[in-house]
């Protein structure tokens, strides 16, 4: 775990209280806050107040779980129930740490709910075991309102030595086509502006279910509007599911809707390595990968992964893996040291002392920040979609068809949308643009905007407050992105976030929340021990038009034969007594 991110919001109520932002921790972590919103619950800035703490992890590597211990030995200091969710548990439900915890698993977060509630009443519960995927359209709170992280599938097909994800997320289970489609038509309605897939390996997507990723991406550009307001962007894949299928990927990466960038780890730059990862492909494969997308996708951006030191790695190993950075040039690399993850079959290899583990992490970086992989684009007209705010309240975060992230000047009622910019000057993070042209995407009009300004300074009517209404959103600047977040008396705080770019590897979660006890439980119904009525889904229940069914035609058509035989036989009597 390389950083733990909070969540301090403060406020008690049914529903999010004004500030409610998630930091950047996937879609899992969306469900259950709309869920414990929805139900009445809200996240608490003070600890001491708090009624219950909730940790969400993953277990891809070591420090997520180090991070894990640290709060829950915290808690316990502060005598607060506690709920701990995500893939540790689920993967390590034997671990001492989680003695008297109540756990919940990767799919059972349609069920947070009912953990919480019981844990407040002092019962430990136990939820990790299920064989239906969780419901698509549960309640849910986006870290970023015009964002979706859809997660298209659980599990994976790998088993990565290294790898704790298998213990936790199991086999793959991939959600159907339709189902997903579906839920694609839905947030488009509800205004989203960016759909990510997410999966921990979107290449194997349906390999369980008969279909293949590529019959599911044609069926979801289908959906996106035609005039590009909402933009897809293809979650991780590892190159052994994608071999196959590159010209059809290809094809829908190269489609105006859909962002010309793929996140591809690749690990080492040797075989023996790869083999001792059991990764399931080769150097070669992965070249073949990054060749053919880079050649059939005008301004392909490819991000890779790697890890150091992992055991048995010799310096001619490691070589290989610095000569493979320098040759691509990857603009976007996630450089990690290996940590061995207890019941892994790595953590019973041979080590690479940590010194040499370090120096190598170190100079692998130093290569790595030593490219200047957007020189070329000044001067370049792009055009952008813009989703976020930066934490300085000045500029707007947008992003090219090739995922570069571009920081321009502009009103808050620019975002959610898309615009012409040309490039005036480059970073290594991110470039920086001026607004020729935004697209009102109400009317699909063109309206010039000159208010932009390359050099970083804010313009007067660019504070946070005006551009963001209240709800700033985060932005990336750097190797590390840092996101902001506003209290509700108005301070605002910095959080530690990932890079937008790798969202989808769980291994960087990790989220604390402060829960407040509800005022007013809304009402519900509890069914073998499943809620099944939370307060949004009853009032879109009670608003929805009904109209008669079978059952209730054949009620009123008995009540009205009944009352006509009643009239006949008073008649009748009437009739038989003169």
């Known amino acids: 775990m390389e950083d733990i991110e909070d969540l301090l919001v403060g406020g008690i109520g049914g529903g999010a209280p004004p500030g409610f932002r998630l930091p950047s921790v996937g879609s899992d972590s969306e469900y259950m806050a709309g869920q414990l919103s929805a139900f009445g619950y809200a996240v608490s800035d003070n600890s001491e107040e708090a009624d219950l703490w909730l940790i969400n992890t993953c277990t891809v590597k070591s420090p997520s779980q180090s991070a894990m211990d640290a709060l829950i030995s915290k808690c316990r200091s502060a005598k607060k129930p506690l709920v701990v969710a995500g893939c ?3 993967g390590s439900r034997d671990l001492k740490e989680l003695e008297g915890v109540s756990i919940v698993g990767v799919q059972q977060i349609d069920r947070v709910v009912e953990v919480v509630e019981e844990t407040l009443k002092g019962h430990e519960v136990r939820l990790l075991n299920r064989k239906t995927l969780p419901a698509l359209d549960l309640p849910k709170v986006r870290k970023n309102r015009f964002v979706e992280i859809l997660p ?11 790898c704790k994800t298998k213990h936790a997320r199991g086999h793959l289970g991939s959600y159907t086509v339709d189902s997903l489609t579906g839920r694609v038509r839905s947030v488009i309605a509800d205004g989203v502006k960016e759909i990510w897939l997410s999966s921990e390996d979107t290449g194997a997507y349906g390999r369980d279910i008969g279909v293949n990723l590529p019959i599911l991406l044609n069926a979801i550009v289908k959906e996106l509007p035609s005039d590009g307001s909402t933009m897809l962007r293809i979650g991780m894949t590892n190159p052994p599911y994608i071999l196959e299928h590159l010209k059809d990927i290809a094809d829908v990466l190269h489609h105006p809707c859909v962002y010309s960038f793929l996140h591809v780890p690749v690990q080492s730059g040797s075989d ?34 790697i890890i150091c030191g992992f055991p048995g790695e010799t310096d001619e190993d490691f070589a290989q893996t610095v000569n493979l950075v320098k040759e691509y040039k990857f603009a976007q690399v996630h450089i990690s040291q290996f940590y061995p ?13 940590s010194t040499l583990v370090k120096k190598r992490s170190r100079e692998l970086t130093s290569v790595f920040e030593s490219f200047t992989p957007y020189d070329g684009m000044v001067g370049k007209v792009e055009r952008i979609w813009i989703t976020e705010i930066a934490t300085d309240g000045s500029h707007l975060v947008g992003h090219t068809k090739g995922y570069v992230q571009v920081l321009v000047i502009g009103p808050g009622s620019m975002l959610g949308t898309s615009a012409v910019v040309k490039i005036t000057s480059v970073g290594r993070w991110s470039v ?19 208010r932009s300004s390359s050099d970083g300074t804010s313009s007067p009517c660019c504070n946070l407050d005006e551009t963001c209404s209240g709800q700033p959103e985060p932005c990336a600047c750097g190797p590390t992105s840092c996101g902001g977040l506003v209290l509700p008396d108005g301070r605002g705080v910095s959080v530690p976030e990932k890079d937008s770019w790798s969202d989808d590897q769980n291994n960087q979660n990790l989220i604390r929340w402060l829960l407040r006890k509800r005022k007013n439980h809304p009402e519900r119904r509890i069914e073998n021990g499943n809620v099944m009525d ?10 929805a038009p009904r109209g008669w069914g079978p059952v209730d035609a054949a009620l009123i058509c008995g009540m009205l034969v009944s009352l006509l035989t009643i009239v006949a036989l ?6 038989t007594s003169k």
């Open 570 to 575: 008073l008649l009748h009597m009437g009739s």
């Open 341 to 353: 993850r207890p019941g892994t079959p790595a953590a019973r290899m041979k080590k690479v002392p």
């Open 88 to 90: 540790v548990p689920q």
């Open 534 to 543: 939370y307060k949004g889904k009853r009032e879109r229940y009670l608003s």
């Open 152 to 162: 298209i599938n659980v599990g994976c097909l790998g088993a990565c030595t290294y």
């Open 432 to 450: 920086f643009g001026e607004v020729i042209q935004a697209h009102n995407q109400s009317n699909g009009n063109m309206t010039s905007n000159k």
């Open 272 to 305: 023996a390595i790869l083999t001792a990862m059991k990764r399931e492909y080769t150097i070669s494969e992965f070249r073949t990968v990054v060749d053919t997308l880079t050649e059939l996708v005008p301004g392909m951006q490819i991000a890779t992964d």
